[in-house]
């Protein structure tokens, strides 16, 4: 019979450990972490306190985690399910603790090591049979809680009932995208990474390209993480690195010399030029004359630092207008110029090598590309690259030895070592791999990707479609830039309430894109402003107003499912679901005050509902409740995480939290069916809410004008103050009052109309526009 997991121990209190232990009490878990000492542990903890990005969803979220010493308290891992060995990589140090730990844990609990590539059978050998069954690798990935890939690392004698607990458990409790990797040295992610990896360091180290260049090449344009490459070196560490190559150089034998970093960047190691921790690697932080941050960048010929240069690829700039990932790489990829030789040179041997090595290291193609989208957040995995490419183009581009540039067109591979799994696509004539799209790893992840292939939407514009995902329920995609929030997404909102309650049971609002919504279409409002439209404003509030309230007394139940960023506009349409299902990443905000607005879409007259309805007592003192709402709008607070979300009062305690972001569309399906199984009846719109009138409002305006004569807000902070107290006190009214939702509704769109005409806000909104910043005029 499988163990049940109702706590975890996670030993080693090092940064991985200490954060491995956080992402486990992120989920609820009691956590239990132990190092050598009680202070040791304790210390660990602090230290993951401070990390950023931080590892924690809210501050008090640390309190499961119990700290104790492997010399006091190691007996006490009897009571967790889940062992979790996390100390540093080295085999004879694992396998002492190992022992302690086999003579102390409870039979039948599960033991782990977090190892990024010991061997796990090597680790588990000499322990009894009852053991091994309950032994495995389980590989985070760094940081925890933001990257979702586990690698779960199976010995040939792991019970497989302890295998599929793992993966569920990590699955559904911790958010994890589990693949299962054979215990090949340094499994399959970062196996593959590296060899990349050091096919960049030799391009670096022949002079023909700078730092800068190579990140820019390798970022988003080739569908791949802003911190791109040195970026993304500094965070993890180049001793870090260095330790994952000499790992595979001893155990992997003949394809070992590929594995060796250049000359250059074993001198940066001697220098303790190994990134952020030591403060300088690739990259380096200095303050400018004025106070500034300035950025300086490595020459790897001369190791000097010197200011960062803005690159020179005019291509770049091109293709990243290319929204098709695969057409942008391909495009990239076939330029005859720098960055093109950059990619033949680099990514073409790569995607060669991981298809010779996938059958030694990995159960599947799929499993390869998984794992590099979800360990390293790639939009394409090494086999969906050379699906874009074209296999005989990647072929014929790879260099036939370090350095040697492939030949120019027409195609020859004759001179490359066709790997074996290439070989049958080739002779039946393909040109890819894959017929199709990479399938999805669960029948419940991707449900609106496989809705939309099997041609079920059922209305569309330009700014959201409606999509029949099954079981009878309809679905709202957003799928304008950023998911802003215009007139087509407003039309699509409206339709969708209709369609449902007409042809469904249930209606969803999500998408898969990494943004709920960034927030309403700020440059439509300000040209309307501009022009002095104030009847047409006036229109466009009235119809989100409509929109938001028509998802709230919709007559059946509306689940919205926001991830990422989910602002303004975004964050309205959230809060007037009948239920949320919140990606546990979701940072949202009611943030119109940074751009001189306040929410007008029902969001003020919301968090002001909100807020009242837990007054102890009717007539009980009204302002510390208004006085949360006014800060949590006035200030414009984003929350971290859903949880955090749940406490600024974004969600509510009936609102569900997915702690895995691919299933949050399948989560918020389920719960929309839950709620018509509980036979949902649509809400009446509340007609008493209680505000305080002109006392409340005199005292907000006296907090407005203290903090403007202390110099910590601007002139038109406290015009935007002011706007905002007057609504959520409820106007001009000479005294407390129990007023209806369309009251304030009212009193929302007036002020924001107000707000609309000063100059001032409109500098803000432009300003905006065009930095992506908030201005403090």
Known sequence: MSPTIRSVAVLGAGTMGAQIAAHCANAGIPTLLLDLTRDVAHEGLKRARRLKPDPFFTRDAGELITTGGFDQDLDRIRECGWIIEAIIERLDLKQSLLEKIAASRCPGSI?????????????????????????????????????????????????????????????????????????????????????????????LASGRYTVEEIDAITGPALGRPKSATFRTVDVVGLDVLAHVARNLIERIGSASEAFRMPTFMEEMQRRGLIGEKAGHGFYERRKGPTGETEIYALDPMSLEYRPQQKPKLGVLEAALAIENPRERVRKLFNSRDRVGDFLRETLAPTLVYTARVTPEIAHSKDDVDRVMRWGFGWELGPFELWDAIGIREVLAATPVAPGVPAAEPPLDIAAVAIPPLVQPALDEGRHAFRDGRLPPARPELEILRSAKDRQRVVKRNAGASLVDIGDGVLAVEFHSKMNAIGGDTIQMLNAGVTEAARNFAALVVGNDAPTFSAGANLMLLLLEAQEGNWEEIDLMIRAFQRATTGLRYSDVPVVVAPAGLTLGGGCEVTLHGDRVQAAAEAYIGLVEVGVGLIPAGGGTKEMLARAVSHLPQPKADLLPFVQRAFETIGFAKVSTSAPEARQLGYLRDVDGISMNRDRLLFDAKMLALERVREGYQKPLPPKAIPVGGEGVLATLNLGIHLAWRGGRISDHDAVVGRKLAWVLAGGSLPHGALVGESYLLDLEREAFLSLCGERKTQERIQYTLKTGKTLRN
């Open 111 to 203: 033991v782990s090591s977090n190892t990024s590539g010991i061997s796990i059978t090597a680790l588990g050998r000499g322990h009894t049979e009852e053991f091994r069954r309950h032994w495995l690798g389980t590989h985070f990935f760094n940081p925890p809680r933001y990257l979702s890939l586990l690698e779960v690392i199976p010995t040939q004698e792991t019970d497989p009932a302890i295998v599929e607990t793992i993966s569920s458990f990590a699955h559904l409790r911790l958010g994890k995208n589990v693949v299962i990797a054979k215990d090949t040295p340094n499994f399959i992610a970062n196996h593959i990474a590296l060899y990349g990896l050091i096919r960049t360091f030799e391009v």
